[in-house]
C-alpha cells in the first residue's frame, strides 16, 4: 500500500479510500442503529453507497443528532466479528446537549488508527526522533482527547514526552497537578524541543516563564489547538520564544475535533489544516442552507465521513464550522489529501471557551433551574480586557433570590464546572444590572471576546 498521505493521483487515494468506506458500510447498514433507521426512513439501500462519490447522496449528520442519542451512533457488532472490532479500548467526551458529555467509543480496531492519524500529525508538521515534546494540555473533568491523544502521539513517535499537568485535577488530590510556577520551572529543566497545548494557557506560562526568568532555547516547534488563532496570536507567541532564547521557533496550528480524536495540522505555518488520515478521513465542503457540495476551494460547512471506524462511527457529519476546503496536492509538503485554507468559523451556536467546546445552552437551563437565582447573566470575555491574547474567563453574573450570597455563589461555581467543565467567575449584582441592554437577554451566553487577527 502506498503512503496513505502521498498518494501519487487522486484516482489511486478514491480507490483506496472506497476499498476501506465498503467495509464500514458493510457493517454499518447492518449494525448502526441511527444510520439504519435514517436509510430505511430515505429509502437508500447499500447498492446506492459504493464509494466516497456516492456520498452525496446521503443527508447530513448533525451534532444534534448524536449528542441526542449517542449509543444510536456506535457499531453493535455481534461475537462472529473479530474480538478487536468489538472490545471498547477507551472513550473520550465531548460536550453534550445538557450536563452530560457525550461519549465517543473507539475499539481495539479504532485506537490502532487513532495511533496512526496522531504519528501522521507529528509527521506532517516535520517531527523528528530527536524531538522531545513538552504535553500541557491540563487534566479535564471526563476523559478529553487533548491530553490522552498527546501521550499516544509521543509513544508511537518513540520520542520522549514530559506532562505538565497545569492545574489541579480534583479536590480529593490536590497533590496531582502543578501550579503556573512549578510547570514553568518544568518546561524550563525538561529541555524540550516542543510545546503542545492551548494557546492561552500557553501565552499565559511563557509570560510566567519571563518573568521567573526561565530560559527555553530547546524550543523549535509549538503545536496549538482548540482556540481560535490567527497571525498576531502567531507573530506574539514567536516574540515570547525568541526573548526566552529560542533562536528559529515556528507555531504549528491544528483544527481538532473529538469526532477526529486528533486534529487537522499545518504543515508550514500557513500551509492549510490537512487531514492526516485520508483512509480513515474524508471531508467535504457543502453550502450551509442547501446542503449542496460547493467548488473546491469555496467555503462551505465543513462535514466529515468516517471510512474505517468500528466503535463511534458518523457519516457525512456536519462538524458546525464553515471553512474553505481544497483537494489539490499540498504545494509545500506534496500530502494529497484535504485542507482546509481558511480558519474555520464556527456556526452551530456551540461556542469554545478555553479550548473545550460547550453548549450555552446547557449552562443557561442549569442556571435558570436554581431557585436561588433571580436573573442572570453568563459572558466570556478576555482576562486582560480588549487582549485578544489573554485567556478566556466565564463570568456568571447573577441577582440573588434570598440571603445566602456565599453559598449561592459556590453553587453557582460548582454547578457550571458540572454541567460544562469550566470554573466561572460568579458575579453577585443587583437585579437591574443583570442584563442593561435588553438584546443580549435573548442569547444564553454574550461573548464579548476581541476576536484574534
Ligand atoms: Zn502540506
Known amino acids: 500500500m502506498a503512503d496513505d498521505l502521498y498518494y501519487e493521483n487522486l484516482g489511486a487515494l478514491t480507490l483506496a479510500r472506497n476499498e ?8 454499518v447498514f447492518i449494525f448502526h442503529p441511527h444510520y439504519r433507521r435514517l436509510f430505511a426512513e430515505h429509502g437508500i439501500g447499500r447498492s446506492d453507497i459504493r464509494g466516497v462519490d456516492d456520498l452525496v447522496r446521503l443527508p447530513l449528520t448533525s ?14 457488532l455481534p461475537d462472529q466479528y473479530e474480538a478487536e472490532e468489538r472490545i471498547v479500548w477507551d472513550v473520550m467526551y ?81 497533590a496531582l497537578g502543578h501550579r503556573m510556577d512549578e510547570v514553568c520551572a518544568l518546561v524550563g529543566r525538561s529541555t524540550p524541543t516542543i510545546l503542545w497545548g492551548v494557546p492561552s494557557y500557553m501565552r499565559k506560562m511563557l509570560a510566567r516563564a519571563e518573568e521567573l526568568g526561565v530560559r527555553l532555547p530547546s524550543v523549535r516547534l509549538v503545536f496549538v489547538t482548540g482556540e481560535g488563532f490567527g497571525e498576531e496570536a502567531r507573530v506574539h507567541l514567536v516574540d515570547q520564544l525568541k526573548r526566552l532564547g529560542a533562536p528559529d521557533p515556528k507555531i504549528s496550528v491544528s483544527y481538532g475535533a473529538t469526532e477526529m480524536q486528533g486534529g487537522m495540522v499545518e504543515c508550514v505555518p500557513g500551509g492549510g489544516y490537512h487531514n492526516p488520515a485520508p483512509l480513515q478521513f474524508y471531508f467535504e465542503a457543502v453550502e450551509p442552507e442547501t446542503h449542496q457540495p460547493v467548488a473546491d476551494g469555496e467555503e462551505g460547512l465543513i462535514v466529515l465521513t468516517h471510512l474505517d471506524r468500528r466503535g463511534t462511527t458518523m457519516l ?9 476546503l481544497s483537494r489539490s496536492k499540498c504545494p509545500h509538503c506534496g500530502a494529497l489529501t484535504e485542507r482546509l485554507i481558511s480558519v474555520p468559523v464556527r456556526r452551530d451556536g456551540f461556542v469554545k471557551i478555553k479550548g473545550m467546546l460547550i453548549n450555552p445552552q446547557a449552562l443557561a437551563d442549569v442556571l435558570a433551574a436554581d431557585g436561588g437565582i433571580a436573573d442572570f ?47 466561572p467567575v460568579v458575579e453577585i449584582v443587583a437585579a437591574s444590572d443583570v442584563s442593561p ?17
Not at 400 to 415: F, W, Y
Not at 439 to 451: E, M, S, T, V, Y
Open 20 to 27: 476501506f468506506l465498503n467495509a464500514t458500510l458493510d457493517r
Open 94 to 174: 465531548t460536550t453534550g446537549s445538557t450536563g452530560d458529555p457525550t461519549p465517543f467509543v473507539s475499539t481495539s480496531y479504532d485506537f490502532l488508527n487513532i495511533l496512526a492519524i496522531n504519528r501522521n500529525m507529528l509527521r506532517l508538521r516535520g517531527v523528528t526522533a530527536d524531538d522531545v515534546i513538552m504535553n500541557l494540555f491540563p487534566l479535564t473533568r471526563y476523559p478529553h482527547g487533548a491530553f490522552a491523544r498527546a501521550m499516544n502521539a509521543a509513544a508511537v513517535f518513540s520520542i520522549p514526552v514530559v506532562a505538565a499537568l497545569p492545574g489541579t485535577a480534583s479536590a480529593r488530590h490536590p
Open 377 to 423: 447573566q453568563a459572558i466570556v470575555d478576555n482576562e486582560v480586557e480588549g487582549n485578544a491574547l489573554s485567556m478566556d474567563r466565564l463570568r456568571i453574573r447573577v441577582s440573588p433570590r434570598g440571603e445566602d450570597l456565599d453559598g449561592l455563589r459556590r453553587r453557582v461555581a460548582d454547578q457550571v464546572k458540572a454541567t460544562i467543565g469550566i470554573t
Open 316 to 324: 457525512r457529519y456536519a462538524l458546525g464550522d464553515t471553512a474553505r
Open 63 to 76: 451534532k444534534a443528532d448524536y449528542v441526542g442519542n449517542p449509543p444510536a451512533f456506535t457499531l453493535a
Open 437 to 453: 441592554d435588553r438584546n443580549w437577554k435573548a442569547k444564553p451566553l454574550i461573548d464579548l471576546r476581541k476576536q484574534p487577527k
